[in-house]
């Protein structure tokens, strides 16, 4: 298998191997090649630049961050203070975790398409938080249901 060589300092992997069909990824293992599968990171590469990459990482962190700020600190303290209704948490929660949840899998899902050489970890840092807000928002939908 042949190796492409960057010299760019940009923080991205090494470029894809050029081929008739297009580019496609010079480097796999099995982890790579199964993340790409379940991601759907089509075999040729498309160009995503840095900046997209981050922007979907912070807006997705930021979602995840404000929903535990309005879960645990909003509407428990603040929410009963101004007089507001205490039982809506539940109510905010499950949109925000959905919301959270569908920008983390994009900001994941751009890591790998930018072929970025820190989307090893940073696939470890997006499954932690969508751990968090998945039984999140479970107990959520729990308190719904009851």
Same mark, same amino acid.
């Given at each position: @298998?042949?190796? +492409?060589?960057? /010299?760019?300092?940009?923080? @991205?992997?090494?470029?894809?191997?050029? /081929?008739?069909?297009?580019?496609?990824?010079?480097?796999?293992?099995?982890?790579? +090649?199964? @993340?790409?599968?379940?991601?759907?990171?089509?075999?040729?590469? $498309?160009?995503? $630049?840095g900046e997209a990459v981050y922007r979907t990482f912070s807006t997705g962190m930021v979602l995840s961050g404000l929903r535990c700020l309005l879960t645990y600190v909003f509407l428990p303290v603040v929410s009963p203070a101004l007089g507001l209704a205490t039982g809506a948490g539940p109510w905010i929660g499950v949109p925000l975790s959905l919301v959270a949840l569908v920008f983390d899998v994009i900001g994941v899902r751009r890591f790998w398409l930018a072929d970025h050489r820190y989307r090893r970890p940073m696939t470890a840092v997006y499954l932690a938080v969508m751990a968090l807000v998945t039984s999140l928002l479970v107990v959520d939908l729990v308190h719904l249901a009851h």
């Open positions: @298998m042949l190796f +492409a060589v960057s /010299t760019s300092t940009s923080g @991205m992997a090494p470029a894809p191997l050029a /081929t008739g069909r297009g580019a496609r990824w010079a480097h796999e293992d099995g982890f790579d +090649a199964a @993340m790409r599968r379940l991601l759907r990171v089509p075999e040729v590469r $498309r160009r995503v $630049r």
